[in-house]
């Protein structure tokens, strides 16, 4: 059974501060997925991660991936306001794009 | 194009009513899911389809049923609703690349209340 953990699911930080979020998943996937929500809103692609050492940057985030450790991360760089919103990471489920397993979300508030 | 594209957005039923939450793409996508999303949840896979004439259980499919007559169309009925069913309700559709990107489209919700 895939699991998926993300940590922490609670992140309050000051604005131009840095940090990290982490999402662990628990068996062998060949893609991983970033994605963000605002409240009471879909949820927006951030990124998709495919391959061992894959790194992608927008804006103040950057997201990397580990299939070794099975462990992506998503950094924040110099955090502002904007970035408030809940973060999922998702894993393929049996290698299939219309399956993901999704982490419980990070929640992020980020105060001035 | 319209995307992904959901209805209701939001519907309040009664314990044992019966409903089908619509959901229809243009993006002439392969792959069409329903996820749910709880409090405190991330999403959970409901029903899942690769093509028009497939599809196929995901991690909470009890109670709930699919079709998939069309490329653009993927319904999900409730087909007797309970108070555990309170939930919103997202569809999604991607499609496979070359490049192996396979990028998920999410409609809107919808936000469903059993009483």
């Known amino acids: 059974e895939l699991k998926v953990e993300q940590n922490p699911l609670f992140l309050s930080m000051q604005e131009g501060k840095n940090y990290t979020i982490y999402c662990n998943y628990s068996?062998?996937?060949?893609?991983l997925y970033w994605y963000r929500q605002d409240p009471g809103k879909s949820l927006e692609s951030l990124f998709v991660?495919?391959?061992?050492?894959a790194v992608k940057q927008e804006g103040r985030l950057m997201a990397s991936l580990d299939t070794k450790a099975r462990l992506s991360t998503l950094h924040i760089t110099a955090a502002v306001h904007d970035l408030s919103a809940t973060y999922f990471c998702?894993?393929?489920?049996?290698?299939?794009?219309?399956?993901?397993?999704f982490g419980k979300g990070t929640k992020l508030t980020v105060n001035p | 194009n319209a995307g992904v594209t959901q209805t209701p957005k939001f519907q309040v039923l009664k314990t044992g009513q019966s409903m089908t939450l619509q959901c229809a793409q243009d993006?002439?996508?392969?792959?069409m899911s329903w996820y749910r999303q709880d409090p405190g949840m991330g999403l959970r896979l409901i029903h899942y389809?690769?093509?028009?004439?497939?599809?196929d259980q995901g991690e909470v499919p009890n109670g709930y049923n699919v079709s998939r007559s069309t490329t653009e169309d993927f319904p999900l009925r409730l087909l007797s609703a309970a108070p555990s069913q309170t939930s919103v309700y997202f569809c999604?559709?991607?499609?496979?690349?070359?490049?192996?990107?396979?990028?998920?489209?999410f409609g809107p919700g919808t936000r469903l209340t059993v009483t």
């Open positions: 389809s690769v093509g028009a004439g497939i599809t």
């Open positions: 999604a559709s991607s499609y496979s690349s070359a490049g192996g990107i396979y990028e998920q489209y």
């Open positions: 998702a894993v393929n489920w049996e290698g299939g794009s219309e399956k993901l397993v």
């Open positions: 991660l495919l391959s061992n050492g």
């Open positions: 068996t062998t996937s060949d893609r």
């Open positions: 993006m002439n996508h392969e792959y």
